[in-house]
C-alpha cells in the first residue's frame, strides 16, 4: 500500500468521508452547473451498461448515475474499509468491493465504461501511471474522468496538514499520452465560482 493510500485507508480517509457527503447543491454551488446536468452531457445518448467507479467512497457519484441516467450493472471500489461499509449501506443495487486502483480485481475490459471523481489527484507521479493502466485494461470502450485540473503538474501543498498527497494537472492529456489508441469524444472545464481561480476537468475519452 502507498503512502497515500495508507493516509486514505486511516482516520484522515474517515474524517475526509465524514465531511464530504457529495450532493447536487454543492456542484451548483462551487460550478454554477448540477453533477446531473454534467453527466447528462458527458453520458447522455452513449452506450453504457456495465460501470465501475475507482475511488468510490460512499457511492455517491454511483448513486446520481443510477438515478438520474438509469444506468445499471454498476460497480465502485475503495482503499477505505470504512468508506466501503459506508457505501453498502447507503447504496442499492450497487456492488461495492474493497480494493486498490492499482490493483483493480476484474478481467480485462469488463466495463463499457470506468471512472474516477476526484482520484487520480491523489497518485504519486511514481504510480499513477500504474493506476491509469488499471483503468484502461478493465475499461472495455469508455474512460470518463472528473479531476482538478493544471496545465503543468504541481503539488498543492500542505493539505490539511499533509503534504505529497495531492496533485492537479491534466489528466485528460496523460491518458493519450499514455495510451495513445484512446480518442477525446468530449472535455470540459469548469473554473470554481468562489474567485479563487481554481479549475476543474471534465473529459470523456474512447478506445479506438
Known sequence: MTY???VWAGEFGREWTNRNSPTLDSYSRNYGVSRVKMNEEFLSGQPVDGVLEVGCNQGSQLVFLQ???KLKHLYGIDIMPY????????????????AS??????????????????????????????????????????IWGFEYYSEKRQEINNYRGQANFIWKEDFCRRYMELFPDLRLVREKK????DGSGNVDQMFLLEKG
Open 4 to 6: 497515500q493510500e495508507q
Open 67 to 69: 438515478k438520474y441516467l
Open 190 to 193: 469548469y473554473t470554481y465560482q
Open 101 to 142: 486502483a492499482l490493483d483493480i480485481p476484474f478481467k480485462d475490459g469488463y466495463f463499457d465504461l470506468v471512472f474516477t471523481s476526484g482520484t487520480l489527484i491523489h497518485f504519486h507521479e511514481d504510480d499513477l501511471p500504474r493506476a491509469m493502466a488499471e483503468i484502461y485494461r478493465c475499461s472495455r470502450r469508455f
Open 83 to 98: 468508506a466501503v461499509n459506508l457505501a453498502k449501506l447507503l447504496t442499492a443495487n450497487i456492488n461495492i468491493i474493497g
